[in-house]
């Protein structure tokens, strides 16, 4: 059995509230700027703050094409939400590393993945899986591998984006936040043209064990 991870408290950012948002109000405080952004679209007045926040409070894992991923997406103040760009989305090490380090050391409600219809990287991944007799650099074969995940549907992204959620819900650094609800696992599929996010519901197998009822945020610190 692989123990959870200790982060000792000098790798915490300096004035870190010491209790994260909950994950089911980061998820829908994601879910809201990424209305609000619409209505932005149509013309709406951007207004609010936009302070730079002094602590993220969500992770989105998205891919490195224009227009894929970013904090527009959301409608949130500088800082509120990072990003983690690969092609496809991919979960390598350095991708690996990055989610890690804001769940256990930056204390995120809730991670993202985040994908989108007619991704040219997911099409490459997929097509370079069932090639025969390429020579990749390891790099390339590596991500191969992470970036193919669940494309072989009629839905490449929508297949991709539950794999990849699949994953993380089950990494062995991640185990004990996501099986307790510290922090949400969650999945959504990008659309280029309306830049609305179809949120997945979350699976019917979702484990959440008992824990103590979170103590309240900050809300001030984390970009509210």
């Known amino acids: 059995m692989v123990l959870p991870p200790s982060v000792p408290d000098w790798m915490r ?13 980061a998820l829908q405080r994601l879910r809201s700027g990424n209305h609000r952004h619409l209505r932005q679209l149509s013309g709406e007045s951007a207004g609010g703050d936009i302070t730079p926040a002094d602590f993220p409070y969500a992770l989105v894992v998205g891919c490195m094409e224009p227009g894929a991923a970013g904090e527009e997406l959301f409608a949130e103040r500088p800082g509120a939400i990072e990003c983690v760009r690969t092609a496809g989305p991919s979960l390598g090490a350095d991708a690996m590393a990055a989610i890690e380090f804001a769940a256990l050391v930056q204390n995120v409600g809730v991670v993202l993945v985040l994908a989108h219809p007619g991704c040219a ?6 097509a370079a899986r069932r090639a025969t ?32 959620r699949a994953r993380l819900r089950a ?41 103590d009822p979170p103590q309240r945020p900050d809300s001030t610190r984390y970009g509210s």
């Open 13 to 25: 950012p300096r004035g870190l509230p010491p209790h994260r948002m909950p994950s089911a109000q």
């Open 121 to 126: 990287a997911l099409a490459s991944a997929r």
């Open 133 to 164: 007799g390429l020579n990749l650099s390891p790099s390339l074969a590596e991500w191969v591998q992470t970036a193919s995940a669940g494309t072989a549907g009629e839905d490449p992204a929508l297949g991709h984006v539950r794999a990849l």
């Open 171 to 211: 990494a062995d650094a991640l185990l004990t936040l996501t099986r307790s609800g510290q922090v949400k696992i969650a999945g959504g599929v990008l659309d280029p043209v309306t830049r609305e996010i179809a949120f997945l519901p979350d699976e019917p197998d979702d484990f959440v064990e008992e824990c």
